[in-house]
C-alpha cells in the first residue's frame, strides 16, 4: 500500500447506513486524483493535464450521489469542496437535520446507530434497512422493530406547533433513548 502523499482533503459524511470517510489525493505535478471511500479506492487519474474540475462517485449502501470539485484558488493553491446530492456539505448536513432522527445506544456491550428517514419512514440500524411494523395509536403512529432481541419503538406524536412539526423519539426496552448529534 503506498503512503498517501497527495492527500489533500478528508471529510466525514453521516448517511442513514452508517459514517463514512471520504479521503482526496491530488498530485499538482502530476495531475493525479484519488477518491478513496471508506479506505477503498474508487476513483484513480493519473496525468490529469487539467488540474482542475470534477470527479463524481457515490457513496454507501444508498449509492448517495457525491462531486469532489477542484477550484484553483491562486498561483498552484486548489480548494476541494465536497457535494451530496447536489448540495454542498454544509447545506446537506443542514438538510439532513431536518429530514432525518439519529439515535446511538449500547446494547449488551454493542454499538448501534439507529436513523430515521422523516420522509420515507425508513429506519435503518448500523447500515442495514430494517423490517418494520408500523401502527396508528390514540396520540400519533408507532413504528416497531427489533435489535438484537430488543424490541424498540419510535413513537411519532405531534408537537402541537407549527414550527416544530412532530416529535419522534425512541423507545427501547421501555426506556426513552436521547437523539445523537452527529
Same mark, same amino acid.
Given at each position: %500500500?503506498?503512503?498517501?502523499?497527495? %492527500?489533500?482533503?478528508?471529510?466525514?459524511?453521516?448517511?442513514? @447506513?452508517?459514517?463514512?470517510?471520504?479521503? =482526496?489525493?491530488? !498530485?499538482?505535478?502530476?495531475?493525479?486524483?484519488?477518491?478513496?471511500? @471508506? !479506505?477503498?479506492?474508487?476513483?484513480? #487519474?493519473?496525468?490529469? =493535464?487539467? %488540474?482542475?474540475?470534477?470527479?463524481?462517485?457515490?457513496?454507501?449502501?444508498?449509492?448517495?450521489?457525491?462531486?469532489?470539485?477542484?477550484?484553483?484558488?491562486?498561483?498552484?493553491? $486548489?480548494?476541494?469542496?465536497?457535494?451530496?446530492?447536489?448540495?454542498?456539505?454544509?447545506? $446537506?448536513?443542514?438538510?439532513?437535520?431536518?429530514?432525518?432522527?439519529?439515535?446511538?445506544?449500547?446494547?449488551? !456491550?454493542? @454499538?448501534? #446507530?439507529?436513523?430515521?428517514?422523516?420522509?420515507?419512514?425508513?429506519?435503518? +440500524?448500523?447500515?442495514?434497512?430494517?423490517?418494520?411494523? !408500523?401502527? =396508528?395509536?390514540?396520540?400519533?403512529?408507532?413504528?416497531?422493530?427489533?435489535?438484537?432481541?430488543?424490541? +424498540? +419503538?419510535?413513537?411519532?406524536?405531534?408537537?402541537?406547533?407549527?414550527?416544530?412539526?412532530?416529535?419522534?423519539?425512541?423507545?427501547? @426496552?421501555?426506556?426513552?433513548?436521547?437523539?445523537?448529534?452527529?
Amino acid at each position: %500500500l503506498e503512503k498517501m502523499t497527495d %492527500l489533500v482533503a478528508v471529510w466525514e459524511v453521516a448517511l442513514s @447506513d452508517g459514517v463514512h470517510k471520504i479521503e =482526496f489525493e491530488h !498530485g499538482t505535478t502530476s495531475g493525479k486524483r484519488v477518491v478513496y471511500v @471508506d !479506505g477503498k479506492e474508487e476513483i484513480r #487519474r493519473e496525468w490529469m =493535464f487539467k %488540474l482542475v474540475g470534477k470527479e463524481t462517485f457515490t457513496v454507501g449502501a444508498t449509492k448517495t450521489k457525491a462531486a469532489i470539485n477542484i477550484d484553483a484558488v491562486s498561483g498552484f493553491a $486548489y480548494e476541494y469542496t465536497l457535494e451530496i446530492n447536489g448540495k454542498s456539505l454544509k447545506q $446537506y448536513i443542514e438538510n439532513r437535520l431536518k429530514t432525518t432522527n439519529t439515535w446511538i445506544l449500547n446494547l449488551a !456491550g454493542t @454499538d448501534y #446507530r439507529i436513523v430515521l428517514e422523516k420522509d420515507t419512514m425508513d429506519v435503518w +440500524c448500523n447500515g442495514q434497512k430494517m423490517e418494520t411494523a !408500523g401502527e =396508528f395509536v390514540e396520540d400519533g403512529t408507532e413504528t416497531h422493530f427489533t435489535v438484537a432481541d430488543h424490541s +424498540c +419503538c419510535i413513537k411519532a406524536v405531534s408537537s402541537g406547533k407549527r414550527k416544530e412539526g412532530i416529535i419522534h423519539t425512541l423507545i427501547v @426496552d421501555n426506556r426513552e433513548i436521547p437523539e445523537a448529534v452527529e
